[in-house]
């Protein structure tokens, strides 16, 4: 499976962005998805999962009511909605996809900068 994140960017205080991450390969595979993020010197967190119908999402308590996490299987992609964005939302944005055998595999990142 690849994936591959789009949608980064550089944007002020209380503005939007929304993230995609299309899968390609072994998509049939990909049971939950998640996007996590990583700033400068901290560790890799997860902010937002799905599970495979898309049913089901859940949240970091950092993001919940502003960012929105979303899938169309149909399309082989996943995105990620951000809303009222805060500079210390900036950081490197990943996608990951558990495949249903319980491996990971994880998108090269894209960089989201939210300026004060």
């Known amino acids: 499976v690849q994936l591959v994140e789009s949608g980064g960017g550089l944007v002020q205080a209380g503005g939007s962005l929304r993230l995609s991450c299309a899968a390609s390969g072994s998509t049939f595979s990909i049971n939950a998805m998640g996007w996590y993020r990583q700033a400068p010197g901290k560790e890799r967190e997860l902010i937002a999962g799905?599970?495979?119908?898309?049913?089901?999402?859940n949240y970091a308590d950092s993001v919940k009511g502003r960012f929105t996490i979303s899938r169309d299987n149909a399309k082989n992609t996943m995105y990620l909605q951000m809303s009222s964005l805060k500079p210390e939302d900036t950081a490197v944005y990943y996608c990951?996809?558990?495949?249903?055998?319980?491996?990971?595999?994880w998108g090269q990142g894209t960089q989201v900068t939210v300026s004060s």
């Open positions: 799905i599970t495979s119908d898309g049913g089901s999402t």
């Open positions: 990951m996809a558990l495949m249903v055998m319980g491996s990971r595999y």
